[in-house]
T-cell receptor, first 109, second 118 residues
Framework: GQNIDQPTEMTATEGAIVQINCTYQTSGFNGLFWYQQHAGEAPTFLSY??LDGLEEKGRFSSFLSRSKGYSYLLLKELQMKDSASYLC??????????WGAGTKLIIKP | GAVVSQHPSWVICKSGTSVKIECRSL??????MFWYRQFPKQSLMLMATSNEGSKATYEQGVEKDKFLINHASLTLSTLTVTSAHPEDSSFYIC??????????????FGPGTRLTVL
């Protein structure tokens, strides 16, 4: 079966760095997405990885290793507004999006 | 857990025809559902918010007469792409809002529908 695993919840301190991991097992691979979602709002696109390596975008970076079926989202200089759920999603060979359950990130002052 | 299904998972149609996509919340009632569109290598784009028993709220730039949304029950919302054209070929994904204990809510997403218009 197809599966996306990410931690249910993480807690970090304002100003610190946090890494949210995502492992996947899918039938084929056509890209991995990270989304941010604040409670009650639509998800916001953060990053897209299709090749191995690190993609940096401001305070957020996303890494992919296709051979390991692994990705992580790195958030630097954490701000209180970063408290949200972070969704990992993989597009499989049929271009179906397989979604992780999301990681709820709690930022403490 | 909360499960959202979509049907069909993929569809190929001729230009000028209409296509209906169903979104169902399988084990919970969803007063609010969302419809997204995603083009290759791009992010999800919210098309509209569907509220049970009332008219959908469309995002700017989305033609409401082309993308008909009906949310007639608490477990079903449908998106009909009318007079589809090749530029409508995309990945359409729905999500349903699920209310948790304590007043919090989350969105659960369907697996998506891949539409190809020839």
């Amino acid at each position: 079966g197809q599966n996306i695993d990410q931690p249910t919840e993480m807690t970090a301190t304002e100003g610190a760095i946090v890494q949210i991991n995502c492992t996947y097992q899918t039938s084929g691979f056509n890209g991995l997405f990270w989304y941010q979602q604040h409670a009650g709002e639509a998800p916001t696109f953060l990053s897209y990885n299709v090749l191995d390596g690190l993609e940096e975008k401001g305070r957020f970076s996303s890494f992919l290793s296709r051979s390991k079926g692994y990705s992580y989202l790195l958030l630097k200089e954490l701000q209180m507004k970063d408290s949200a759920s972070y969704l990992c999603a993989v597009r499989d060979s049929n271009y179906q999006l397989i979604w992780g359950a999301g990681t709820k990130l709690i930022i403490k002052p | 857990g909360a499960v959202v299904s979509q049907h069909p998972s993929w569809v190929i149609c001729k230009s000028g025809t209409s296509v209906k996509i169903e979104c169902r919340s399988l084990d919970f009632q969803a007063t609010t559902m969302f419809w997204y569109r995603q083009f290759p290598k791009q992010s999800l784009m919210l098309m509209a918010t569907s509220n049970e028993g009332s008219k959908a709220t469309y995002e700017q730039g989305v033609e409401k007469d082309k993308f008909l949304i009906n949310h007639a029950s608490l477990t079903l919302s449908t998106l009909t792409v009318t007079s589809a054209h090749p530029e409508d070929s995309s990945f359409y994904i729905c999500s349903a809002r699920y209310y948790l204990a304590g007043g919090h809510n989350e969105q659960f997403f369907g697996p998506g529908t891949r539409l190809t218009v020839l």
